[in-house]
């Protein structure tokens, strides 16, 4: 399907089923840490799946491709964002198994009902709203700093709107990991598995990725650590792999 694009607009290639994606120069555009997310996720053959904050949709689409999930539904509380994640899909043919809609976290659980979906992801903002400098442009201030939601509300929302027993899965940034396993325990999204991503194999961790269980008995799994780089501007084969390469 050929599509018009807007100023400032290209179509990024995503090396999974000749899948491409909408993404404005001018606006936030996905990272790694979302490319990760959908490698660490799965859904299952019957199974529908909510993102949150989905952006331009790069979640949905990559999870489409990676795994056997029924259905994907998108939300996204900037307009523009969801117009260019509701074009990719078109773009890819996707609109039977992906659905974008355009409204806010905190009304989630109003707008598609309690326990009405099995598996949630996310990659929310990682800084609080007076945590370092805000960036001047509006749709990249909010993508990363807890302007329009926070990270409480990410999780008590995803705990009202998976299934008991459903799944959750989110990146995040190290620093605040005590703070994310207190509030996925207070809203008894018991964490079961995590794993650190590194840039390098002797630098820390710069990202986090985390699986709960609503309603999951305490025990939680660390994986093996994830390194980005064997060395400058090369991946390792894990990387690759995940990526598509």
Same mark, same amino acid.
């Given at each position: 399907?050929?599509?018009?694009?807007?100023?400032?607009?290209?179509?990024?290639?995503? /090396?999974?089923?000749?899948?491409?994606?909408?993404?404005?120069?001018?606006?936030?555009? *996905?990272?790694?840490?979302?490319?990760?997310?959908?490698? *660490?996720?799965?859904?299952?053959?019957?199974?529908?799946?909510?993102?949150?904050?989905?952006?331009?949709?790069?979640?949905?689409?990559?999870?489409?491709?990676?795994?056997?999930?029924?259905? *994907?539904?998108?939300?996204?509380?900037q307009p523009d964002s969801a117009d260019m994640a509701r074009r990719?899909?078109?773009?890819? &043919?996707?609109? &039977?198994?992906? &659905?974008?809609?355009?409204?806010?976290?905190?009304?989630?659980?109003?707008?598609?009902?309690?326990?009405?979906?099995?598996?949630?992801?996310?990659?929310?903002?990682?800084?609080?709203?007076?945590?370092?400098?805000?960036?001047?442009?509006?749709?990249?201030?909010?993508?990363? /700093?807890?302007?329009?939601?926070?990270?409480?509300?990410?999780?008590?929302?995803?705990?009202?709107?998976?299934?008991?027993?459903?799944? *959750?899965?989110?990146?995040?940034?190290?620093?605040?990991?005590?703070?994310?396993?207190?509030?996925?325990?207070?809203?008894?999204?018991?964490?079961?598995?995590?794993?650190?991503? $590194? +840039?390098?194999?002797?630098?820390? +961790?710069?990202?986090v990725l985390i699986e709960g269980i609503r309603g999951g008995k305490?025990?939680?799994?660390?994986?093996? +650590?994830?390194?980005?780089?064997?060395?400058?501007?090369?991946?390792?084969?894990?990387?690759?792999?995940? $990526?598509?390469?």
């Open positions: 399907m050929t599509i018009d694009l807007l100023e400032n607009e290209r179509l990024d290639e995503l /090396h999974r089923n000749g899948y491409k994606i909408i993404q404005n120069t001018e606006r936030f555009c *996905f990272g790694m840490d979302a490319v990760l997310l959908s490698g *660490f996720a799965d859904a299952e053959e019957v199974e529908k799946v909510l993102d949150l904050g989905t952006g331009t949709g790069i979640i949905p689409i990559l999870m489409s491709a990676k795994t056997e999930g029924e259905h *994907f539904t998108g939300l996204e509380i990719s899909v078109l773009y890819n &043919d996707l609109q &039977d198994r992906i &659905d974008i809609v355009t409204g806010d976290i905190k009304d989630a659980p109003d707008i598609f009902g309690a326990s009405s979906f099995d598996v949630i992801t996310t990659n929310p903002p990682y800084m609080i709203a007076d945590h370092g400098l805000v960036n001047p442009d509006e749709a990249k201030a909010i993508a990363k /700093h807890e302007i329009l939601c926070t990270l409480e509300d990410v999780i008590s929302v995803s705990a009202k709107v998976v299934r008991p027993g459903g799944r *959750f899965f989110m990146v995040h940034r190290p620093f605040r990991l005590s703070e994310i396993f207190v509030l996925m325990s207070r809203y008894k999204l018991e964490p079961k598995r995590m794993r650190m991503v $590194y +840039p390098y194999a002797d630098a820390e +961790p710069n990202m305490p025990r939680l799994t660390v994986d093996k +650590p994830l390194i980005v780089y064997k060395e400058r501007g090369q991946y390792t084969d894990e990387i690759y792999d995940i $990526y598509g390469y």
